[in-house]
């Protein structure tokens, strides 16, 4: 089966009470298909759809705020293929709200890595697949941990703060004294 070429985006921002600022996310007419949480700044062309530029806008507020679990927004899959998309699509349908995934376990649920025999390359592919997930955020790739701790994120020290941030939102960390998030 050909994989579809990617649609024409143009690109929101969104603010957040993130540590990385606001988010930057491509639209098409088939979804979001990029969220960015750091250097995307002035992206084009800008967006112009205000019921786009409103649902986004709507949805990541209420999640980020406390008020939703879900985001409910279309994905535009196309910046994700086989394998990749595969992993991400498992990520999104197994692994809810509030709670986490080890990268090796995501590696079985997904069915991908069936013929690999390495000790742990399962799970470093996963770690790589989450680096460069197109859709951050809306595929929660926040929730994938490792099997002795938090893991990565993009993004260096303001990623891992990025990632705290929304797993203490979702109730899997506990809040600290310098928690700036909805309670």
């Not at 990617?6 to 639209?27: E, K, N, R």
């Not at 530029?53 to 086989?82: C, F, H, M």
């Not at 999104?92 to 079985?108: D, K, M, N």
């Amino acid at each position: 089966m050909a994989e579809r070429t990617a649609a024409p985006m143009s690109w929101l921002t969104v603010d957040t009470p993130l540590p990385s600022g606001p988010l930057h996310v491509a639209v098409t007419a088939q979804g979001v298909a990029a969220v960015g949480y750091l250097g995307r700044e002035g992206e084009l062309p800008r967006c112009a759809d205000e019921s786009k530029i409103a649902a986004v806008t709507v949805r990541v507020g209420e999640y980020l705020a406390g008020r939703s679990r879900r985001l409910d927004l279309p994905i535009d899959w196309s910046l994700s293929t086989g394998p990749h998309r595969a992993v991400l699509q498992a990520l999104l349908r197994e692994v809810p709200f509030g709670q986490t995934i080890t990268y090796g376990e995501l590696a079985v649920r997904s069915g991908v890595f069936g013929e690999v025999e390495e000790p742990g390359l399962a799970a470093r592919t996963v770690g790589q697949m989450m680096a460069a997930n197109p859709v951050a955020l809306l595929v929660p790739c926040h929730r994938v941990v490792a099997a002795d701790g938090i893991g990565g994120f993009g993004g260096g020290r303001v990623g891992i703060d990025v990632k705290r941030w929304l797993l203490t939102l979702e109730g899997v960390l506990e809040p600290t004294l310098d928690w700036n998030g909805p309670l």
